[in-house]
């Protein structure tokens, strides 16, 4: 499991190891394993580090401190190395000091330092940071953000929001961000993850709390969480699904909730509603029923939602069952907060950033710009998991830690793409995964499968679901 922590968590675990260290040696640490990440960088650039020109945005602060003993090691080891000071006076001394001893030098003329520079390390400001960036700090930010140089983030890129990965202002936008002692929220977040670029973590020796602030799966957890069948198995034990989705006007989106959930480990699948001969046609093996779902026969999980329209009386038929209910798409809309809350089985909603604006009555915008905030409290409000989509796609439920999608791309953005998700969630579900497992595996493995499926192009949603074997594949191979 790869873990974030908050600022607050971070601060207190290096005041507990600054104690029993010599005075310095933690900011040490930090700069050795920024100094080889960068040298490495000037490499990879088919350079060097000898005769490299590179640029520290320096502000008053130990990020600042961290970017001048970086930048000594580097002009030790033959770069040629210009400090940006935005205080010159409140510049961290020994950093300053060290730099100029190794031959470094402190910058007269910003703009052509940073025009000439291969690799500019932004020191403005770290985990420190308040509010948005002062005018100066700005200024330089976007000076390094447009140049030609490779830019690499000092902890974190400046101007972003540590905790919530929010970005209310200018910030650097960086090709790489070192980071020290463990990832923070932002890293992880968008908008702020993708300020981030490439993220390389320095072990600075900081013991962490156990409880992670966010978390994200790892292909191990993937596969640990993934059911398989045993020797024992048959279609009932493995899990039914069954599937409220579709209308007259929108047979796809049962097709596709149906070819998701047919891919997430459930022994069976169940479709109820007026989409059956669509289902069929293309999914012989589904079960399919007329009626009212509560009618339909024995399932261990519920999906409703996907292309619904407004048939009210099947969403509420469906949260009346004592199983799991995974709740999407038209669903959203129609499920009122005191039915969902008053459900004793776990319930999973599955909003999109525009459809969860509309239940937190809230701006869509809003929800994009704070995610994390946003995901968080509509878990507590519904009393639910919720799974967030997006660019990066979020799993709060109440008392649990939020997890964080890392294998999402752009191309999911796609019609229908969202019906295979939520097929492959309820699937999971059957198999007998929590609310939590289940949606965060579920989103991996969709991540996933339209990573392989797009190879760098436009996909469908079919394309998606086809993609979700291959995507098993590669998680329980590893
Ligand atoms: N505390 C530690 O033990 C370690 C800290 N390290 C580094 O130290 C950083 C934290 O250092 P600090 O606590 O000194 O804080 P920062 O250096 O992150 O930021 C504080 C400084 O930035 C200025 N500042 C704050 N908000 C600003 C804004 N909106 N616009 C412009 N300037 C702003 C402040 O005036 C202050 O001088 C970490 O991010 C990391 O890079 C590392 O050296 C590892 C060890
Ligand atoms: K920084």
């Known amino acids: 499991m790869r873990t974030a922590f908050v600022v607050e968590t971070v601060r207190a675990a290096e005041r507990e190891l600054m104690a029993r260290l010599p005075e310095g040696a933690l900011m040490q640490r930090a700069a050795a394993g920024l100094a080889a990440a960068c040298a490495e960088f000037l490499g990879q650039s088919r350079g060097k580090v000898y005769g490299s020109r590179v640029v520290l945005l320096v502000g008053s602060g130990d990020n600042g401190g961290d970017a001048l003993y970086a930048g000594a090691r580097l002009a030790r080891r033959g770069a040629g190395v210009a400090a940006v000071l935005l205080a010159p006076e409140r510049a961290h001394a020994g950093g300053l000091r060290a730099l100029l001893a190794a031959g470094g030098r402190v910058s007269t003329a910003p703009e052509r330092d940073i025009a000439d520079a291969r690799l500019i390390l932004d020191g403005i400001v770290g985990i420190g940071g308040k509010g948005g960036l002062r005018p100066d700090a700005a200024r ?38 070192v980071t020290f002692g463990t990832y923070k929220p932002c890293l992880l977040v968008d908008p702020a993850r993708e300020l981030a670029g490439a993220v390389r973590l320095v072990d600075i020796g900081l013991e962490l709390p156990a409880a992670a602030d966010l978390e994200a799966l790892q292909y191990a957890d993937v596969a640990e969480l993934l059911p398989v069948p045993g020797a024992e198995s048959d279609k009932y034990r493995r899990g039914v699904v069954g599937i409220a989705a579709g209308s007259a006007r929108y047979p796809g989106a049962a097709v596709l909730a149906v070819a998701g959930a047919l891919r997430g480990g459930a022994g069976a699948v169940r479709y109820v509603g007026p989409a059956a001969d669509a289902v069929i046609d293309r999914f012989p093996e589904t079960l399919v029923h007329a009626g009212p779902p509560s009618k339909a026969g024995r399932v261990q999980a519920w999906v409703v939602g996907p292309g619904l329209g407004d048939d009210a009386d099947r969403v509420r038929d469906v949260l009346a069952a004592d199983v799991p209910v995974l709740i999407d798409a038209d669903g959203l809309r129609l499920a009122a907060r005191a039915t969902v809350r008053a459900r004793t089985a776990p319930t999973l909603l599955t909003p999109h950033a525009g459809e969860a604006a509309a239940l937190l009555g809230a701006d869509r915008a809003e929800v994009e710009a704070s995610r994390l905030p946003a995901v968080r409290r509509l878990a507590e409000s519904y009393g639910a998991t919720v799974l967030l989509k997006g660019s990066t796609t979020l799993i709060a439920a109440p008392g649990r830690v939020v997890r964080v999608n890392p294998t999402g791309t752009s191309w999911l953005a796609t019609a229908g793409s969202g019906d295979v998700l939520s097929g492959l969630a309820g699937s999971l579900l059957a198999a007998g995964l929590d609310t939590v497992d289940a949606a965060s595996t579920a989103a991996f493995l969709h991540g996933l499968a339209g990573r392989l499926a797009a190879w760098g192009g436009p996909i469908g949603a079919q394309d998606v679901a086809e993609g979700v074997r291959g995507a098993w594949r590669e998680a329980t191979r590893a």
């Open 140 to 177: 330089l930010a976007a000076l390094a953000s447009d140049s030609r140089a490779f830019v690499v983030a000092v902890d974190l890129p400046s101007g972003v929001e540590a905790d919530t990965g929010e970005v209310r202002g200018p910030a650097v936008r960086a090709d790489a961000t």
